[in-house]
């Protein structure tokens, strides 16, 4: 009887790590596809030539159902280092020149990894893209009812594309955004390429 309940117990243990492994493996699987790179079906290649970046980029138009308009804004002042794209009312991509420096992502992983008041979650993790989801940690009484409080969290990306030694951090706006839109935006930033 005992050798039975032995058995019984090292099988359960052998299916917890097993169906641990699994899980592991499909966060990783849906990690990897939370960009799907060889469909840009639903954007338009616009190039940014003409705002003093020697590049272009994929952004959504109008069939990507996000609310956006056809028409892509980008805001730059001459002389200016910073850029916004707005496609619409919900995709806003921060881009700014930061010359010569080429560690821009890794700089944002520790800033994000010294963080007190959210905690980190990465949806994708890149050399030059991360995609991350950040939620409020709640402190308060033990004695608290579990309905008071709301749960605070924003999705992000971030990343860093060089074009002709230039190093451009490209990013999403600080309240961050719907993941939907944070997908978006983490494509069109994969798409950025200089223009020859």
Same mark, same amino acid.
């Given at each position: 009887?005992?050798?039975?309940?032995?058995?019984?117990?090292?099988?359960?243990?052998?299916?917890?790590?097993?169906?641990?492994?699994?899980?592991?493996?499909?966060?990783?699987?849906?990690?990897?596809? $939370?960009? &799907? =790179?060889?469909?840009?079906?639903?954007? /338009?290649?616009?190039?940014?030539?003409?705002?003093? #970046?020697? !590049? %272009?980029?994929?952004?959504?138009?109008?069939?990507?159902?996000?609310?956006?308009?056809?028409?892509?804004?980008?805001?730059?002042?001459?002389?200016?280092?910073?850029?916004?794209?707005?496609?619409?009312?919900?995709?806003?991509?921060?881009?700014?020149?930061?010359?010569?420096?080429?560690?821009?992502?890794?700089?944002?992983?520790?800033?994000?990894?010294?963080?007190?008041?959210?905690?980190?979650?990465? $949806?994708? &993790? =890149?050399?030059?893209?991360?995609?991350? /989801?950040?939620?409020?940690?709640?402190?308060?009484? #033990?004695? !608290? %009812?579990?309905?008071?409080?709301?749960?605070?969290?924003?999705?992000?990306?971030?990343?860093?594309?060089?074009?002709?030694?230039?190093?451009?951090?490209?990013?999403?706006?600080?309240?961050?955004?719907?993941?939907?839109?944070?997908?978006?935006?983490?494509?069109?930033?994969?798409?950025?390429?200089?223009?020859?």
């Amino acid at each position: 009887m005992v050798i039975k309940q032995l058995f019984i117990f090292f099988f359960l243990i052998a299916l917890f790590f097993s169906s641990c492994d699994t899980f592991s493996e499909s966060k990783n699987a849906e990690n990897n596809n $939370l960009i &799907n =790179e060889e469909e840009y079906y639903e954007f /338009k290649g616009v190039s940014l030539q003409e705002y003093a #970046i020697p !590049a %272009s980029i994929m952004l959504p138009d109008e069939t990507a159902n996000i609310g956006a308009s056809t028409v892509v804004e980008v805001l730059h002042k001459d002389g200016d280092f910073l850029w916004d794209i707005l496609v619409g009312p919900n995709f806003s991509l921060h881009i700014e020149d930061f010359g010569d420096r080429i560690n821009m992502v890794e700089n944002k992983r520790q800033e994000l990894k010294e963080e007190t008041l959210f905690h980190v979650e990465y $949806l994708l &993790n =890149e050399n030059d893209l991360i995609v991350y /989801k950040k939620t409020l940690i709640v402190k308060g009484s #033990i004695k !608290a %009812s579990p309905r008071v409080g709301v749960e605070h969290k924003s999705f992000h990306v971030y990343g860093q594309k060089i074009s002709r030694g230039i190093t451009y951090e490209l990013r999403s706006q600080d309240s961050g955004s719907s993941l939907e839109i944070i997908k978006l935006m983490a494509k069109s930033i994969k798409s950025f390429k200089t223009l020859e």
